[in-house]
């Protein structure tokens, strides 16, 4: 019979640990938290010190009632939750429930469920961490104090099923500010001038720079024109020829951040899918005669940390693999780390470099290799030497007329053999390779080309965006990132459209008055502040009910003012003006998750609806009269089409917008591509660059 029971959260990890501890362990699994907050009512006594009234989650009893059957027969209890805030919350309450001292060493934490790091964690186990405890319950509770207060006052006022949040409601803020600023972004013409240069057969491209003193800025036609005037003749001499040697240092190893923008950008990924993925291979794969092993160590974390032991192994197999010249003669750099990083904490990395992908490719599905090769790749490379660029600079002179050209080319890859991280612009990083150029020679061109262009307006979130941008203000923490983005989704806040978010109009109505009555929680550094007042919590700074209550005596004002005072905000159903077409009663605009849409006021009789023809501001380049509306077809992809169908026949897959195009006059879309949207002229071959 097992002399020890040790709890953790999931079956798939109890299998794991189970193997690696013995016969004399018993392993078992809470299945997360056993107790929490009442969902029914508020569950805070805001008059006793903020006293949380905790309950047995409902459905949770049985698993409780059989871990303390386990218990009674255990000599020692260890509790083996995930090694942060939410795993030491577990943690304590397990303790609770089954009468286990939390200041025994009772509880155990590893970063990575490897033989060799459970057997560890076993040797040292520690008491329950308080001041963990303490910042999870202050989150817990500070968010229960928002939600609950503010949620009922917006179903009460506006509309049911909708709620607000710390986090949440700063997220739709910025989505919602971002898109004021596009719709307000005024275009400014610019030019540029390029011109194709030869030598000895090889063609080569420089750029205007400006005159023989300083950089020029070129806003205008009449301006390049004047430019063009004034070369003499169609020589150029060059000058300045600088030549440097350029090292690119490899990104750091992932953070939980970090893994879901990179995972968005080269995976297209969903931050809920990169977390479920990354459960999955720490908590254990089926690797046959090995059993179940956790293939990357634990996910939620903000620290670039690296253990000795996996650097050491990771440089041999660097060494063995490519090379000694590509392993890392420095040490890589660390990510300064916030203050609420725990030291414990290691990046996400895998448990074994030695473990290659390929190795992988027949016990792990599609998705799982395609994140642990990310994983992989991105911590090989972080331990190898930097790439080694060769650039070259060079001015090409003509009278009073500067061009610049810039070369480089990768003169030894480094890390760059491995991995290269992507941006949000997702640009491909190519060699430009310019012929030897002597001061002094004489080079010609073969070609001038001038071109003008707008500045463009600042794009939508994407997902990878929003949680970078969220990480940079000091909002929210890294297990919060994909609950919150998930949130404003299913409110029907925010819809997403090309993989970038846009607020809908109910998003629109719900943050417009929490900007009225609950400014401070939409506001940026407000919340910011706040998570640091958690973060001295953790570590043990500040007692966890002074935090509370320094929030809570303003915010109580502030719920009083908006339950007296705030308007209900109608959302009627409007006449159409138009009548249903299966039974003819009239139809009328109804708001719902994801926008209005037209419906059969004879519903539920009734079920017809209809989506709604969204003007875009644009007149029809067709007729000339009417206007370019957004539609959906029978499949829900969206077209555009002019509002006096059939009178007249316009119709475009791709969305025109209002300006002319500069060459031709004719009509400019939006054409979406792989890596984004291009405006582009229907007509001629004018482009602008890709957003």
Not at 511 to 525: G, K, P, S, T, W
Request: hydrophobic residues 35%; aromatic residues 8%.
């Amino acid at each position: 019979m097992a002399d020890y029971l040790v709890i953790v959260e999931s079956p798939a990890k109890a299998k794991t640990i189970e193997r690696y501890l013995g016969k004399k362990y018993k392993v078992r699994a809470s299945l997360g938290h056993l107790r929490d907050l009442p969902r029914s009512q508020m569950g805070i006594d805001t008059e006793n010190n903020y006293e949380p009234k905790y309950i047995t989650i409902r459905g949770k009893g049985p698993i409780l009632q059989e871990l303390k059957k386990d218990a009674k027969k255990a000599k020692k209890i260890f509790l083996a939750a995930d090694p942060d805030r939410e795993g030491e919350a577990i943690a304590w309450h397990l303790a609770h429930q089954l009468g286990v001292d939390t200041k025994s060493d009772c509880r155990v934490v590893f970063n990575e469920i490897t033989k060799d790091a459970i057997k560890e964690s076993f040797k040292n186990p520690r008491p329950i961490d308080m001041d963990l405890v303490d910042a999870q319950q202050a989150r817990r509770i500070l968010d229960r104090l928002v939600g609950y207060n503010i949620s009922p006052i917006l179903w009460k006022k506006v509309k049911k099923g909708l709620s607000a949040g710390r986090v949440q409601s700063v997220a739709l803020r910025l989505i919602i500010d971002r898109e004021n600023e596009i719709k307000n972004f005024v275009p400014e013409e610019y030019w540029s001038i390029t011109g194709l240069f030869e030598k000895n057969k090889k063609e080569f491209e420089a750029a205007f720079y400006g005159d023989a003193k300083k950089k020029v800025k070129l806003t205008n036609k009449e301006q390049v024109d004047e430019i063009l005037k004034s070369l003499e003749g169609d020589s150029f001499t060059i000058q300045n020829v600088v030549k440097k040697e350029r090292k690119r240092n490899p990104a750091l190893p992932f953070t939980t951040s970090s893994l879901q923008q990179e995972a968005a950008r080269k995976l297209n990924f969903r931050a809920r899918k990169t977390m479920m993925l990354a459960q999955q291979l720490y908590e254990g794969i089926n690797l046959g005669k090995e059993g179940n092993v956790g293939l990357i160590t634990y996910m939620r974390t903000d620290s670039t940390r690296i253990s000795d032991t996996a650097k050491e192994e990771v440089k041999s197999f660097i060494e063995k693999t490519y090379g000694n010249e590509y392993v890392t003669k420095s040490a890589p750099a660390v990510k300064k780390e916030s203050g609420n990083t725990q030291d414990a904490h290691e990046a996400v990395r895998p448990t074994s470099a030695l473990r290659t992908p390929s190795e992988l490719k027949a016990v792990l599905s599609r998705d799982q290799l395609r994140l642990y090769k990310l994983i992989w790749e991105r911590f090989v490379a972080s331990q190898m030497a930097p790439a080694v660029l060769d650039t070259v600079s060079v001015d090409l002179v003509n009278g009073d007329v500067r061009f610049r050209a810039n070369g480089s080319q990768v003169k030894f890859h480094g890390f760059m053999k491995v991995y290269v991280e992507g941006d949000d612009d997702q640009a491909e990083e190519k060699d430009r390779i310019l012929p030897p150029l002597e001061e002094g020679e004489q080079i010609k061109y073969n070609k001038i080309d001038p071109k003008q262009h707008f500045t463009q307006p600042p794009p939508r979130y994407s997902e990878a965006r929003l949680v970078k941008t969220l990480e940079e203000l000091g909002i929210g923490r890294p297990s919060t990132y994909a609950p919150t983005l998930d949130t404003i989704q299913k409110r029907g806040y925010v819809t997403l459209d090309a993989k970038r978010f846009v607020p809908t109009e109910l998003g629109e109505i719900v943050h417009q008055a929490m900007n009225e009555y609950f400014r401070d929680i939409i506001d940026v550094e407000f919340t910011a502040q706040m998570e640091k007042g958690l973060d001295n919590v953790e570590e043990g700074n500040i007692k966890w009910v002074q935090v509370i209550d320094d929030f809570y005596r303003d915010f109580e004002k502030h719920v009083q003012v908006a339950d007296a005072e705030m308007e209900k905000i109608e959302i009627k159903d409007e006449p159409a003006g138009e009548d249903c077409e299966n039974c003819g009663s009239p139809m009328v605009y109804k708001l719902g998750r994801y926008g209005k849409f037209m419906a059969c006021s004879n519903f539920p009789d009734c079920r017809n609806t209809k989506t709604i023809m969204k003007p875009i501001g644009v007149t029809c380049p067709t007729c000339k009269e009417g206007q370019v509306v957004e539609r959906k077809g029978k499949t829900k992809r969206v077209f555009y089409g002019c509002d006096r169908y059939p009178d007249c026949d316009y119709v475009s897959w791709d969305k025109p917008i209002a300006r002319p195009c500069p060459k031709c006059e004719s009509t400019l879309v939006e054409k979406r591509l792989k890596k984004g949207v291009q405006i582009q002229c229907t007509k001629c071959d004018y482009k602008e660059d890709e957003q």
